[in-house]
């Protein structure tokens, strides 16, 4: 039997198991929403905005592991998904979006909201296609779905001219999964895990440097028998906060620009990184020449072009970690470098991350109090700010997938759609989105999608009334110049939740938080609280921008 091309859309959904999408219908992306609409066994969500869609994918797909699903129409709706294409990319986020496009016979005449969206998301999609022949859709979709979950995740876009969408063809979903061109290497080395094994057996101060490929990768606990076999300290980047538990004595938490003073020693005294899943980036260098600059480099990472792209590595390993890890496990010696853990462990005494936690009501203090209230059970969105780096120091992550960020683009407004996808994904669990009152600006037309959804997420509004990060910068390198980072003037948040129909709190004093955050998580509704917090608390410590990590403000 023939199907119109978006009915093999939609049954190429079915056969990938997709569960929710998330878009905006509109001209070009019609017949496939019609056929949804009358025919999908998935959830539909129609968020506010394109750009609140491609979010709440991406944070559905970081929670679940999944590949997140984007449906929009031509034009401005698929330029819209251009920020969170390039979000998912650089956190290497698997997705698929959907664009309508003009008629293939219009293509190339300027036609009404005709954009070349393949072209113009070339460098921010892992791959992307134009259908042009409705016998290629099948095959097209199926290999989006496997060039985005596999390897390095990431974003995947598929252009769908609207005849395509309206032709008709026989179906069938191919079996095959090797697609030419295309063939990521799953199994590392043996010399070079073997030669890997034998430094981290020899090593007197080894660090694991551990990112969101761990992640990706599913490869936490293979990590773990690593760590606990050979008593390795952990430091993790933004993207790996989880993979390790915070609360284990090994762990040195996050380093970097906003990492704790012990993690940024102990890379920089170390005689051997072991950097797993990570790209060196530079708000985790710092000045790279001086980064790790007494130690041996293994690098483990999915993707060849990250190793060797910016620090010389000693011992490269270019495989799928979890096999890797397994692999290397069977050749590390049980070991424990007394005198480097005794070390540390002073460092850590001496320079613990601290805040003046005096009567007011400090953001520090309120993530402390959620940490403590949900037991670190929470799954923590955030948006892009100094809310997110204080989400990243005073919570402690025990588990992969429970604090779900925007790293590599650093986009605001992240935080409440990806926090929506978040809550689709895990309805069973508390969902708590940390944001900025800048950031939640800058997508706060999806509290409509989250409240008509019934999501019961709590949003904490770090509301300092400031472009807070950028506010830090012009305090400690612009001489306290505030060029264009007040945001006096921003309406009463809890009241614009409430006329979206959710429950607002607002929270003035230190005293009032507790008993207001326990009283959102009892609502099992949608509950923003608003916490105003001083409006010039810097996130510290911090690493002067181009300076080494060692060299941190606010560390004695
Ligand atoms: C879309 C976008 N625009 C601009 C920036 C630059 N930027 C980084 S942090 C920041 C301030 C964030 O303010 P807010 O959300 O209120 O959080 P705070 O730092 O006060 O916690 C800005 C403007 C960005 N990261 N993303």
């Known amino acids: 039997m023939k199907l119109s091309g978006a009915e093999i859309v939609v049954e190429c959904l079915k056969k990938e198991d997709v569960k929710v999408v998330f878009g905006i219908p509109g001209g070009a992306i019609m017949p496939v929403y019609d056929y949804i609409y009358s025919k999908a066994p998935f959830r539909n969500i129609l968020t506010r905005h394109e750009q609140g869609a491609i979010h709440a994918a991406d944070g559905y797909a970081r929670v679940t592991g999944n590949v997140g699903v984007c449906i929009v129409t031509s034009g401005p709706g698929a330029t819209n998904l251009v920020t969170g294409l390039a979000n998912a990319h650089l956190d290497s986020v698997p997705l698929v979006a959907f664009t309508g496009q003009a008629p293939t016979g219009l293509i190339g005449t300027d036609a009404f909201q005709e954009v070349d969206i393949a072209g113009i998301t070339i460098p921010i999609t892992k791959n992307n296609y134009v259908v042009m022949d409705i016998k290629d859709l099948s095959s097209t979709i199926k290999e989006a779905f496997y060039i985005a979950r596999t390897g390095r995740p990431g974003p995947v876009l598929v252009d769908l001219p609207k005849d395509i969408q309206l032709a008709h063809s026989d179906f069938e979903y191919p079996e095959k999964d090797k697609f030419l061109g295309y063939r990521p290497s799953i199994k590392g080395n043996l010399k070079q895990i073997k030669s890997a094994a034998i430094e981290i057996n020899k090593a007197r101060r080894p660090v694991i440097y551990a990112g969101g490929g761990v992640i990706s990768s599913n490869a936490s606990s293979e990590m773990r028998d690593l760590v606990l076999k050979a008593n390795i300290p952990v430091t993790t980047t933004l993207m790996g906060l989880g993979t390790f538990p915070e609360t284990h004595p090994l762990s040195l938490g996050m380093l970097g620009m906003h990492g704790t ?40 990472d999915i993707d060849p072009a990250e190793i060797g792209k910016n620090v010389l590595v000693d011992i490269p390993i270019v495989g799928d970690l979890k096999k890797v890890l397994q692999e290397l496990n069977e050749h590390i010696s049980e070991k424990r470098e007394a005198e480097w853990l005794k070390t540390i462990e002073n460092w850590k005494r001496k320079h613990p991350l601290k805040y003046n936690n005096n009567k007011e009501l400090k953001p520090q203090y309120i993530i402390e109090k959620i940490y403590e209230i949900t037991k670190g059970e929470a799954i923590i969105v955030t948006s892009v700010g100094q809310h997110q780096m204080w989400a990243a120091q005073y919570y402690q992550y025990t588990q992969p997938r429970t604090f779900i960020s925007s790293g590599g683009l650093g986009t605001m407004g992240y935080g409440l759609p990806a926090a929506i996808g978040t809550k689709i994904g895990c309805p069973d669990k508390t969902v708590i989105c940390i944001s900025g009152d800048g950031s939640f600006q800058m997508n706060l037309q999806e509290l409509a999608t989250a409240i008509n959804n019934h999501l019961a997420i709590i949003v904490v509004i770090m509301n300092n009334g400031y472009l807070g990060m950028v506010r830090q910068w012009q305090e400690l390198f612009f001489n306290k110049r505030y060029a264009s980072t007040s945001l006096a003037g921003s309406p009463d948040f809890t009241k614009l939740t409430e006329v979206y129909g959710g429950i607002g709190i607002r929270v003035t004093k230190k005293e009032d938080f507790y008993s207001a955050f326990k009283k959102a998580l009892s609502l099992n509704t949608f509950v923003l609280i608003d916490c105003i917090i001083p409006q010039e608390e810097n996130v510290l410590p911090m690493v002067t921008p181009g300076a080494a990590i060692t060299k941190m403000i606010g560390v004695d």
Do not use: C, W
């Open 261 to 300: 003073p012990y993690a940024n020693y102990a890379i920089s005294a170390a005689d051997l990184i072991i950097a797993l899943g990570v790209r060196f980036d530079d708000r985790v260098t710092g000045k790279l020449a001086e980064f790790g600059s007494q130690a041996k480099v293994i690098h483990i």
